[in-house]
């Protein structure tokens, strides 16, 4: 069978989706549920039925593409990714995996290859914590993760629920149909760029991923006395963004505190109140993130924040509350699905490396229903989540070529 991919295509695929957007170019803003994320999907939508693959959308918007097998009562093999952006951006995260698994499907029907097992292409809804604070909504309710309580306790930061904001963006029924059963894959691989420098450094086109990190999230608030920034003076304060600072810092030193290189703490969003220059800030609302390949040493790094938070509290006379938001376990990838990808990559002469991931993706939950793995490829200098993120089209070729082969022979098991 040989494969051909269409690099061309898929690369102005990709600088098309990028058009979606709402910030300017080259960066790329796109959040679950608003405009152009809703007419990015109905543009893939699109794409799928010109490659003649059944397309479905369930009741919270994850987008299912199917070819089917030619048996196709047994379990699919499913890929895919997510197109929702963070704010300011760039365009290869998440739709590599998208248009990548599409344009392997598509080259896999111009190659005259049958598959056994529907191969099956899912756009996952909201990989991204930008709308409701927690990363893989999508794919924590298909797994299960989440239950259809999601619907009124997820809210955005104007207050809008999960059920408000899907059924205004044209998906209805129910949440508790989105689960997905443990056998409706066979198997699930994911193309995606590394988020990271090893790739590059080493001059290896392929990642064979083996453990995805386990992700956290806190809320942290603080709630100190506002007051005139010229009439309250420094000893009579209780400053809620000073306090807020410390924490920071904390963040910062727990997860150095390690001395491991996995371990990672960030605080990514911080709101003041009032907000006025000259107004003693009377409330601070942080967001964390804090993730490691290893479960407890993570929560090591947990309890210590929530330690120095009450430590911080004390000492400056401030209420400090802790909300943690998700702690999910670590997901290990399939042994089977590394061994085919390595067949492939053997076959196609493609050099590679096993690796962890450290960003988080959507295979962290499909690998609680289906042996999962992943496929990353090199993007410049390591760089993501920046307008200047970028994969070059060579990496992209490889990539899809080796998803591909891979899919294939999942699809004929
Ligand atoms: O944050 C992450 O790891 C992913 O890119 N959403
Ligand atoms: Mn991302
Ligand atoms: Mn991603």
Redesign the pocket.
Known sequence: MQIEIDGGRLVSEIEELSGYSDAEPPAVTRVVFGPSDKMARGWLASLCHEAKLAVREDAVGNLFARWAGMRPELPAVGTGSHIDAIPYAGKF?GTVGVLGGLEAIRALQRSGFRPQRSIELLLFTS??PTRFGI?CFGSRLLSGTLSDSADEGFKDAEGRTLRELRTAAGYSGSLAEVRLSDSYYDAFVELHIE?GQLLEKEAIPIGVVTQIAA?AGMRISVEGEGGHAGAVLMDDRKDAFCAAAEIVLAVERSARSTGARDTCGTVGKCQIYPGAVNSIPSRVLLEVDVRDTDEARRNDVLREIENACEQIAGKRGVAVKVELVNADPPAQCSGKIISTVIESADELGLSYKKMVSR???DSLFMARIAPTGMIFIPCRKGIS?RPDEYASPESIGKGTHLLASALAKLASA
């Open positions: 995260d990989e991204e990363g988020q992700p960003a988080y993706h989540h």
